[in-house]
């Protein structure tokens, strides 16, 4: 017999279908249908789910094509089109993006995220996935460009879950047979081990008390072997909730040099304190709805100058639930779409949690503030330049004069006008540095100031020399 969610899904599905199919359109997607149909977002919603979860059974063993197309109010996932993303501009355009941030502090750098993201239909039928949050594998997502993941960890009946379930004090309801910690981990090592280099930002959601600490990490030493950036030692005895604070001024490059690959945050908590950072009000602000978002609402300068900001969505048939008024347009309201991922880079959002995550959406392109589309050109020249739509294009280094883009102190100024070998010296004579604008809040400040300038920017495109040795070891 199906779980009570799932029988109830499925029968919304059918209600949905009755009322709403036949005004769909093939060029529309469902839910923009449905929200004209529908009084309510949550028909609409349970038929999502529906009909993704179908499609997650389809693809685990048919024919991908069949399987979208036979579920249409689905999001189309199809592992073709994944395949085509990891040979796609955008997927370089978003990796060079995030390394350029690298060695900015946490405090400013930017993280593509996706929230819930172990809750995916596609890891198989069970009481949580049945409303998911999303529709790819922790593999799929990293593989997509997502860099902060989450987990929520629960301790039921001596087992620690990864389940998206109530609290302890409601009996962990939504747990059933989801895999546990040692599992999820698991795969997520196995990526980190083919794409050495590479952090994660890792949230532990905190459902395992006093009983589960040990345990939890024993599990993160044993899958996570070497890999994690802890805090630097123990804090001293006390309160349940003393532990170390994510450091702000931390950068991903300081990771990285230190050996590591994954930072932990969780709820400031003694008992995984040597493992796990404190995610407290002291580091960062997060919102859970989108809806009238501006660069000063609900944050201000403030919050963006000193602490992490998280805008996360919840897509679930249950939250959903919790307005049972709300109709389908102020549901897509609170999304994040990408229209509100591009203004959110340029003010400085620092960490996105994306709810039915698929790298075709429209969500990672509008995140990429850097290069424009199909650029670099190599051809062109070995030089880089920000147009004065804030995109990059690669450009000769000389035959031409330009005003170099030069980093101070408290922003931005541009040099005199030279060729692109002279900009260092320029930006010095300035007052500033040679220096490429790292994030995309950089970039647009960097705009402001330059008005209708093309600058010369701090990235080249030539590729390094093989050393020495390493050409006579070949000869």
Known sequence: MLPRRIALLASIALIAGAGISGAAKADEPFDATCAGAAPSAVICVGAEKASEGAAAACRRGGPEDACATATPAGRDVRPSKLAAYQKSWLHRAAAYQFRLGDPVAFRDAQWLGSHNSFNANANGPTLSHADSNQQLTLTQQLDGDIRSLELDVHLVAGVLRVCHARPAAEGHAGCSTEDDLATVLKEIEAWLED?????????????????GYAAAKKALDEQLPGRVYTPASEPAPGPATDCAELPLELSRAAVARAGKQVVLVGKCR???????????????????????????????????????????????????????????????????????????????????????????????????????????????????????????YAAACTGTVRPAACRTATGWTLSRAVAAPAAPGACKAAGGRYEPPRTGEQNAALRAVAGGAEPWLATSLKRPRKSRERRSHHH
Not at 315 to 321: N, Q, R, V
Not at 349 to 357: A, I, K, P, R, S
């Open 195 to 211: 794409n050495p280099g590479q952090v994660i930002l890792l949230y532990l959601e905190d459902h395992v008390g006093d009983a």
């Open 270 to 392: 003694a008992g995984w304190s040597s493992h796990v950072f404190g995610w407290t009000d002291n580091n960062e602000v997060e919102a859970g709805n989108s809806t009238d978002y501006t660069c000063d609402k609900p944050f201000g300068a403030e919050d963006y100058a000193t602490k992490m900001v998280r805008f996360f969505e919840d897509g679930t048939w249950l939250a959903t639930g919790l307005a049972p008024r709300e109709n389908m347009a102020a549901n897509r309201a609170r999304r994040l779409t990408p229209d509100k991922v591009a203004v959110m880079v340029r003010c400085g959002v620092n960490l996105f949690g994306f709810d039915h995550f698929d790298p075709n959406d429209g969500r990672v392109a509008a995140s990429i503030w850097s290069w424009a589309p199909d650029e670099p050109k190599r051809a062109a020249g070995d030089c880089t330049v920000q147009r004065d739509d804030t995109r990059w």
